[in-house]
């Protein structure tokens, strides 16, 4: 019993320590996109947006649309002095003006390029030293927090068997990734693994592990989102002449609110581990299961402000590019959830459809799925049964047709029983062929021989 009992909870802090591996797998996806950690390209190092907007590709579609753009500012100036010519009042716009405006729109096309690059570094530069400044083992140890070691601190709060005036240094070890928290037995050197909090341990990193998927997949999205904002910025500058600069002033919010957007997301990480291992310290209640409750909460609820920070930070830009991104998320997360479902609903009905052909899909229309793929493997076949004195002449004088239609009537079986039904009848059409009696191929069970009744045996 104590093997099964221990071997039960090696298998809980095995799932455990998965669930961590892969959330720390996670943020470092989190540095590499926002620009924090470099990328390897070429041999060389980048930041991975820098990467993306130098590249050949995009700089050739940016000039494509600078071209394109200079046209239309050329066409918006002729459109804004023939308005003006017969504006009155206030809408009456010198041409003066409505030339300095085009003036500013070029300059602002020349500028673009070096200010969004320069305003990407400088930012990268910031949010790195603040992320360094709020990650207090990065300034002590000099080295990276693990959210493996976290959790395992966290959930290890009343399990820990260690000396206790080395308790904090060994702690920081785990956090630090000095001691592997991959490895069962130097974890149960110093905490009895059967005594860890699973239950803040394993629900607590799926919630993070849900909230930090949801937050790479929204820096991905973001990333291609400045792309494309970066791209399609001539187009909106051209309209300055026309709308004095509105739809400029627009492209401007949205593309600072997606770029310290997913800064935000990186510095309200690094405060959910800064405030979660204090919470397991607290005790709201003298019950350890209204404890635990509430030490959930703080989980669900601190991982879900990592995944809003992007919201905050955008606020601040006056943007409101951050919620409409969430919203867009879920509605996408919903809609790849119906698509998936869809997809898996024709790929089994195909599938039933190549299993068990016209009866399979007869069956699933009146009874669902589970009765079609019962008709296809316990429904009838059709089976005939041959004459049990059959001639010569009926045998071997219709051999040849009965095998030059046989893969027709495989052909039949396939259609209306699909491949198991083909497969039903393959050998009762093989014993038709060479000793049925019948003109065409038929799926034809021989009459088995009578066996000799022992009373006529007797009586002979």
């Known amino acids: 019993m104590d ?58 579609a940016f000039w494509v649309v600078l071209l394109i753009a200079v046209i239309l500012l050329i066409v918006f100036v002729i459109i804004a002095i023939i308005r003006s010519e017969y504006a009155h009042g206030e809408n009456k716009k010198s041409k003066t003006l409505i030339l300095g405006k085009a ?48 959790i395992l601190v966290t959930s290890g709060y009343y399990a820990y068997i260690g000396e206790e005036n080395e308790r904090q240094e060994i702690e920081i070890k785990f956090i630090t990734g000095e001691l592997d928290y991959n490895n069962n037995e130097v974890v149960s050197q110093y ?26 997949i929204s820096f991905i999205q973001r990333i291609f989102d400045i792309i494309l904002l970066y791209i399609i910025s001539p187009i909106s500058v ?30 309200s990480m690094n405060l959910f581990f800064i405030i979660i291992p204090q919470i397991q310290q607290i005790a709201f209640f003298g019950n350890a299961f209204k404890n635990g409750i509430v030490k959930i909460l703080f989980l ?4 879900f402000a990592v995944t809003k920070a992007n919201i905050v ?37 195909l599938g039933g459809a190549i299993l068990g052909g016209k009866h399979f899909m007869d069956s699933n229309k009146s009874g669902g799925l589970a009765s079609g793929l019962k008709n296809t493997f316990t429904g009838s076949t059709g089976k005939g049964v041959s004459s049990s004195n059959p001639t010569k002449a009926n045998r071997y004088g219709k051999m040849p047709t009965r095998i030059a239609s046989m893969p027709i009537g495989v052909m039949k079986d396939i259609a209306t029983g699909g491949i198991v039904g083909a497969g039903k009848n393959f050998i009762p059409r093989v014993n038709n062929a060479i000793k049925g009696t019948t003109l065409l191929n038929h799926p034809q069970a021989l ?13 002979h």
């Open 447 to 459: 009459k088995s021989k009578e066996k000799p009744n022992a009373n006529n045996t007797e009586k």
């Open 300 to 303: 669900i609820g601190g991982a």
């Open 238 to 267: 051209s309209t300055i002449p026309t709308d004095d600069g509105q739809r400029f002033k627009q492209w401007k919010e949205m593309l600072i609110g997606k770029v310290l957007g997913a800064y935000g997301i990186i510095l």
């Open 3 to 60: 093997w099964l009992t221990n071997w039960i909870f090696d298998l809980l802090y095995g799932i455990q320590k998965t669930i961590c591996y892969i959330v720390d797998f996670i943020k470092e996806i989190f540095y590499m996109l926002a620009g924090i950690e470099p990328v390897q390209v070429n041999g060389g190092e980048s930041d991975l947006l820098s990467h993306f907007l130098l590249s050949d590709a995009v700089k050739k």
């Open 103 to 150: 003036f500013q729109s070029f300059t602002i096309f020349l500028l673009i390029p070096f200010l969004l690059l320069a305003g990407i570094t400088f930012s990268n530069t910031v949010v790195k030293s603040v992320n360094t400044a709020m990650n207090p083992y990065v300034l002590e140890q000099g080295q990276e927090a693990t959210i493996g070691g976290q």
């Open 313 to 349: 930070i955008a606020s601040l830009t006056g943007s409101h590019s951050g919620g409409s991104e969430t919203r867009e998320l879920i509605a996408n997360m919903r809609t790849g959830k119906n698509i998936t479902r869809a997809v898996g609903a024709t790929a089994l009905g």
């Open 191 to 216: 905490y009895k693994i059967r005594s860890l909090d699973f239950f803040v341990g394993i629900i607590g990193g799926l919630v993070i592990l849900v909230m930090f998927v949801m937050s790479a």
